[in-house]
């Protein structure tokens, strides 16, 4: 492979996503499908990975090299070196950050080093928001008669503070969670006339996507935090946005994912009050 080949899996990741308007439609299609489900691409044969995607198997060779490389399993090993350093423990991953801190760095150099992410989180986001997207999503909430929130696992700390401020600012809301299982239940009682946030990152989780199916299914619109156009939620989504939160020794923060659910929150209760103001002038 040569320098202009991705050698790990964020910079495919980005490559891929910077070339996909211009994919043909069949490499697009195992494209999509190995952002997401990079797991198959990692361990399965091509036969195997060629049907589960829609594609014969000769396409996964014309995709590796669209990319720079020169086969298949030249790439599929990106995929399976992003598994080994996704599986590392998070023991694994703090006693690599006390090794910083023991090298005389301090604990100061750790914290320093999730401020440097948070930062550049923030800085990523405030350049690419698209102004337009924020007004079509904020408008859409605002007309909800309930917003469902709609997260799990990494996701879910965001979910639940949009469910605490949207109940601070007294607008009606259901976060989508139950212990006694009622989940199914709970996506059920909503309708057209309601909106639903849905959050989710690669590896994106399975009930977060099932569950954003069925709601689509039933006509409700989506707005949807997500790390890729070709996320599964993207394609349920009315209006979406892409965030990418950077990460320090493994930790991946939530910076911007927070900051842009607080102002889509913040804009929703804006947007109701200016209404209520209107029709009572």
């Known amino acids: 492979m040569d320098e202009q080949v991705p050698r790990d899996f964020e910079t495919l990741r980005a490559t891929i996503l910077d070339r996909r308007e211009s994919l043909p ?3 697009a299609q195992i494209a999509a499908y190995a ?21 014969q198997p000769s396409t996964l060779i014309r995709f590796a090299q669209q990319l720079g490389f020169d086969g298949f399993t030249s790439l599929q090993q990106v995929f399976r070196e992003r598994l080994r350093e ?4 998070y023991d694994e991953r703090l006693q690599a950050l006390r090794a910083k801190a023991e090298g005389g760095a301090g604990h100061r150099a750790i914290f320093d080093g999730f401020i440097a992410a948070a930062s550049t989180s923030l800085n990523d986001i405030s350049r690419t928001l698209d102004d337009a997207h924020l007004e079509d999503a904020i408008s859409l909430l ?15 700390p965001v979910a639940s503070y949009i469910a605490y ?17 009622l989940n199914a239940e709970m996506v059920g009682f909503a309708t057209p006339a309601d909106a639903v946030i849905a959050i989710s990152f690669s590896p994106y989780a399975p009930a977060t996507i099932e569950e954003a199916r069925a709601i689509a299914e039933q006509g409700v619109p989506i707005v949807a935090i997500t790390d890729s ?9 009315r209006v979406w946005f892409e965030v990418a939160e ?3 020794a493994g930790f991946r923060s939530l910076s911007a994912t927070m900051a842009l659910a607080m102002a889509l929150t913040v804009g929703v209760g804006e947007k109701r009050r ?4 209107k029709r009572k002038a």
């Open 165 to 181: 401020a949207l109940g601070k600012l007294k607008i009606r809301n259901q976060l989508i969670e139950s212990a006694a299982g």
């Open 35 to 55: 952002l997401d489900n990079p797991d198959d691409i990692a361990f399965g044969t091509a036969a195997s990975i060629a049907a589960s995607a829609g594609v």
């Open 86 to 89: 996704r599986n590392s423990s």
């Open 274 to 277: 200016d209404a209520t103001r």
């Open 25 to 27: 439609k069949r490499i």
């Open 142 to 156: 605002a007309k909800a008669q309930t917003i469902y929130v709609l997260a799990k696992r990494r996701s879910y």
């Open 229 to 237: 156009s070709f996320s599964p939620l993207a394609q349920f989504a």
């Open 246 to 248: 950077a990460d320090f």
